[in-house]
């Protein structure tokens, strides 16, 4: 069974640029995250999907942060303008959502660093 | 609110030698715990979880945890490390019910092993 995917793996960008992340889940893997990871620190919830609504995106900057869930499949995180502060792994993961305790499987992360 | 404590940010061991690293928590409702390793450029791995029953759980590698509910503690153990269990280490929660899965993190535990 394939894993989370993500990509780009390493991104390097000036701040006040633009950047993007995706995702690709587990094949039909109903919830999808994405954490923040900033050195140091344990990852931080940015947003939660359940298919393609959003069920959770209250630690989301949304002046510069958007993330969409098309067809409830993979999904794409953006910053836009990115500041020094964005610098961080970011991580995805996904579950199944079904009844009782679902564990969580996370993608090998994107790693930002603004300059 | 939850939250997650880690009360060692490094840890160093050497080889055979046992180690235990510290959690605490804090939630108003019966939670879930989880702990993740993290290797250098990779995604979080699940080590071991308690949902209920029994209090220690065992993991994969070797580790172990014990939930106590009085101390709000878990702790995770091994009695032997090796070079290869070098990595930083997650405690998390979830609160269960309405928060569809989302992880709460602690800061994290780095753990060297030296030969």
């Known amino acids: 069974e394939a894993g989370v995917a993500q990509s780009p793996r390493y991104k390097i960008i000036e701040k006040r640029q633009s950047v993007a992340f995706w995702c690709n889940p587990i094949s039909g893997h109903a919830t999808l995250y994405w954490y923040q990871q900033i050195l140091g620190q344990g990852p931080k919830l940015l947003i939660q999907?359940?298919?393609?609504?959003?069920?959770?995106d209250s630690q989301l900057p949304k002046d510069r942060f958007s993330a969409e869930r098309l067809k409830g499949v993979d999904s794409t995180l953006k910053i836009q303008p990115a500041k020094l502060e964005d610098s961080a792994v970011y991580l995805c993961?996904?579950?199944?959502?079904?009844?009782?305790?679902?564990?969580?499987?996370f993608g090998p992360g994107t790693r930002l660093t603004v300059l | 609110a939850q939250s997650v404590t880690q009360l060692d940010s490094q840890v160093p061991v050497f080889e055979e030698a046992p180690v235990e690293l510290r959690c605490n928590y804090s939630?108003?409702?019966?939670?879930?715990l989880f702990w993740y390793v993290q290797y250098p450029n990779q995604g979080l791995q699940l080590l071991l979880k308690y949902l209920s029953g029994s209090t220690l759980v065992k993991g994969i590698n070797g580790f172990e945890a014990e939930f106590n509910k009085s101390q709000t503690s878990f702790h995770l153990r091994k009695p032997s490390v090796h070079i290869s269990d070098t990595a930083e280490y997650f405690c998390?929660?979830?609160?269960?019910?309405?928060?569809?899965?989302?992880?709460?993190f602690g800061q994290g535990t780095i753990l060297t092993v030296h030969p």
């Open positions: 998390a929660l979830n609160a269960g019910g309405t928060s569809y899965g989302k992880l709460t």
């Open positions: 993961a996904s579950n199944p959502a079904l009844a009782g305790y679902n564990e969580q499987f």
């Open positions: 939630s108003s409702v019966s939670v879930y």
């Open positions: 999907f359940q298919n393609n609504g959003v069920v959770d």
